[in-house]
């Protein structure tokens, strides 16, 4: 039914608790930022708000100060993607990878340091990791058009609405692909990140069948869990919302998305990745990069000829004394 095991998923990952425990940090800190940022937002809407006449001013105030605030974390975030990446889901992939290889890892917080600097010494600079995997998505996106376009064929009664929910099950089924191909491109010890990135690319698209089959099984579990999530958190965040101003009442539901966001992001999105990992590991056993795939895919995406234009261009730098010499751009 499926190429991995969610019990060994699930084990790996407890052996990151370091790494668990960070990202709850991180997406719970975000997750309150959201919260303070919107009802002081709020606050101040309704406070200048309260200085008008017309009496329906005050709830329009709070309403758009929430909604800057809100706005103002969010852009905050956009900016910050690349660390996130770089620091922490990055570290944790490679920390993952060596357990799912049967190598020894240290624990406690020499575990994150690890993880860091074992990024670190494969990527450099965030903005070669980061920029690596803003093209993988790029070629990921051609690939899913690509499919959801030979899906609209498919001889199955009603037609419109099972292609539809095909689709979006499709689309949020490659949510974590670039993760599992950065998996790739550690495993393999990259000293060329982009041309690691284009093999994996191409045997991704040339095992997609049976990738997408996990992917699909891994997205019902990850939603379905997340729903969960919000349903069980939205009475406890509506009442801590009750005490705040009667405006924010209508956020309850937006704040309890965002907690359940932030735990789906810092627990089970890296029981989901380690599964899939799994899942590409053994279905790419012994293959090589297909040049068929190669031709189809420099044809189909012109982010995938850049891809190919950066590895080409890629020169490792010298090493140093005392060391290995670590990748940089060419």
């Known amino acids: ?35 303070v940022a919107t009802g002081t937002g709020a606050a101040v809407g309704f406070g200048f708000g309260n200085l008008s ?34 620091l922490v889901k990055a570290a944790h992939i490679a920390v993952l990878v060596e357990l799912l ?4 890892v240290p624990g406690g917080q020499n575990q994150i340091q690890y993880g860091a600097q074992f990024v670190k010494a494969h990527f450099v600079q965030s903005s070669v990791l980061f920029g690596v995997d803003q093209i993988i998505k790029g070629v990921l996106k051609v690939i899913t ?12 009664p009603a037609l419109q609405t099972l292609v539809n ?32 990135a284009k093999s994996g690319l191409i045997l991704y698209a040339q095992n997609y069948r ?18 969960l999530l919000f349903v069980l958190l939205l009475g406890p965040v509506a009442a801590i919302v009750a005490f705040a101003p009667s405006t924010l009442g209508g956020w309850s539901f937006v704040f309890a998305f965002i907690f359940a966001w932030a735990l789906k992001a810092a627990v089970l999105e890296p029981i989901a990745i380690t599964a899939l990992m799994q899942a590409y590991f053994k279905v790419i056993e012994g293959q090589k990069p297909d040049a068929e795939w190669d031709a189809r895919l420099t044809n189909l995406s012109q982010r995938f000829c850049d891809l190919a234009g950066k590895a080409a261009s890629w020169t490792a730098r010298p090493a140093s004394a005392g060391g290995q010499g670590a990748p940089q751009p060419g």
Do not use: H
Not at 145 to 156: D, E, H, K, Q, S
Not at 169 to 193: C, G, H, W
Not at 211 to 224: C, E, I, P, S, V
């Open 1 to 35: 039914m499926w190429d991995f095991s969610l019990i060994r998923a699930i084990a790996l990952v407890g052996q990151t608790a370091p790494f668990v425990v960070l990202r709850l940090l991180v997406y719970l800190g975000i997750a309150l930022g959201y919260i």
């Open 53 to 86: 006449a017309d009496p329906d001013t005050p709830a329009a105030g709070a309403f758009w100060g929430g909604l800057g605030g809100f706005g103002i974390v969010s852009a905050v975030l956009y900016l910050a993607r690349e660390y996130i990446l770089y």
């Open 101 to 104: 290889e049967g190598k020894p």
């Open 145 to 156: 058009r690509t499919l959801t376009g030979i899906a609209v064929f498919l001889p199955i």
């Open 165 to 196: 929910i095909f689709n979006s099950v499709l689309r949020m089924s490659l949510t974590f692909v670039d993760e599992v191909i950065l998996a790739y491109m550690i495993r393999e010890r990259t000293s060329n990140p982009w041309e690691t």
């Open 210 to 227: 049976p990738m997408l089959k996990n992917a699909a099984w891994l997205t019902l579990f990850l939603w379905g869990l997340t729903i």
